[in-house]
């Protein structure tokens, strides 16, 4: 009785996904980036067109700063979670899907595939920012010596308190002007009472002394021009002191709503990334979206 024998044959299963070295899939990652930087661009000149629109140079026509600070502040946030979501989505749907991992594994290389576009696309926006920003420097450097004659004559209207207060100090009629050694003189006076915060009374008589003489007044009318003096200098010092501190805060406030829109934006990016890988395996249709081909 002759034996039958039987071929087996065994069949490998096909992979979806070609191996490699990397889980990281470049081609989707760069393309999700690219995508990302195109839409923060976009609509940042957008914000950037409407934010130029509230503003003017009239201040009863200008929208209040901390109006404009809140705007900006939630536009930014739209632009970040918009871009990296958009971004994000883009590179899980185009990622092959992997056949040997798990529905966990999937979701998290999806997740890192979205992550890794808001890190790519982040440098892009802040490499196209350099390089619009030296750009703009070499447009201003060209046109430096045409705008040197008329910031000079801008910033010689601007009015300088301590020769305001030194010219309320010295002011006379029908007498000789001090000379501007006097002038120079009480200048470095007030100056160093300014520092210290207080008038010495010594410097104060000395001072009112060689103003009454040289103005012919009375000693109390030079010491009141003293103290006049005095107190406008130390209200131009308030006022540069408040305009200094609030400039702090808004750039303390300014670098914490950018990290914020930043952390908001990679988190966008991760669940955006895996909603586009559970949408490439499920195969999900977008005609209704889209319209038929």
Do not use: C
């Amino acid at each position: 009785m002759a034996s039958e024998t039987t071929d087996v044959v065994v069949v490998a299963p096909a992979e979806t996904a070609p191996p490699s070295g990397s889980y990281l899939e470049w081609s989707a990652i760069f393309g999700g980036a690219a995508l990302s930087a195109a839409i923060t661009t976009l609509l940042t000149a957008f914000g950037s067109a409407i934010g130029l629109s509230l503003v003017s140079f009239e201040p009863s026509r200008s929208t209040g700063l901390t109006a404009l600070a809140i705007a900006g502040a939630l536009w930014a946030l739209w632009v970040a979670v918009t871009a990296s979501a958009a971004g994000g989505y883009l590179a899980g749907r185009m990622r092959r899907p992997a056949a040997d991992a798990s529905l966990h594994e999937r979701h998290v290389r999806d997740g890192a595939h979205g992550l890794v576009v808001w890190a790519v696309g982040a440098l892009l926006v802040a490499a196209l920012a350099a390089s619009s920003a030296t750009g703009l420097v070499r447009t201003a450097a060209s046109g430096a010596a045409g705008a040197g004659t008329a910031a000079g004559a801008a910033l010689s209207q601007q009015p300088d308190p301590l020769a305001t207060a030194v010219d309320m100090l010295t002011r006379a009629s029908g007498t000789e002007p001090a000379t501007q050694a006097e002038r120079d003189e009480a200048s470095r006076i007030l100056l160093r009472s300014l520092a210290t915060g207080q008038l010495d009374p010594a410097d104060r008589s000395y001072v009112a002394s060689r103003m009454a003489a040289r103005m012919n007044i009375a000693q109390p009318e030079a010491e009141k021009r003293i103290d006049d003096a005095f107190a406008r200098l130390g209200q131009a010092k308030e006022t540069a002191r408040q305009a200094a501190e609030r400039a702090r805060k808004m750039g303390v406030l300014s670098a914490f709503l950018t990290a914020a829109a930043l952390l908001v934006g990679a988190a966008a990016s991760w669940l955006a990334a895996q909603l586009g890988g559970r949408h490439r395996d499920e195969e999900l249709d977008l005609t209704a979206l889209l319209g038929p081909r």
